[in-house]
């Protein structure tokens, strides 16, 4: 999707807020805005998806790691 630059002027409380959040979740400020503006929209599920595959894509190494390591050892008959 193309991007297009939106500049907006906010308070210093407002930008430091969002610069808070962004950091918390540790996305850009950018990203943070444009999630609030999908969920104001009624984009929420589809930004769920977006954030999920984003957490399992920097995990995925962890997560493969773990459940190679417990398949074998759950059952006990290497399954």
């Known amino acids: 999707m193309a991007k297009t630059q939106l500049n907006v002027r906010v308070d210093e409380g407002t930008a430091r807020a ?5 950091l918390a979740r540790g ?3 950018n ?8 969920q104001d929209t009624g984009e929420t599920g589809r930004t769920f998806v977006e954030a ?3 957490f399992m894509k920097q995990y995925e ?3 493969a790691e773990e459940f190679t390591e417990t398949r074998g ?4 008959d290497g399954r």
């Open 18 to 22: 969002a610069r808070e959040r962004a």
């Open 27 to 29: 996305i850009s400020v």
């Open 31 to 38: 990203r943070y805005i444009e999630e609030l503006v999908r």
């Open 52 to 54: 999920a595959a984003d």
């Open 61 to 63: 190494s962890v997560f």
């Open 73 to 76: 050892t759950r059952t006990g």
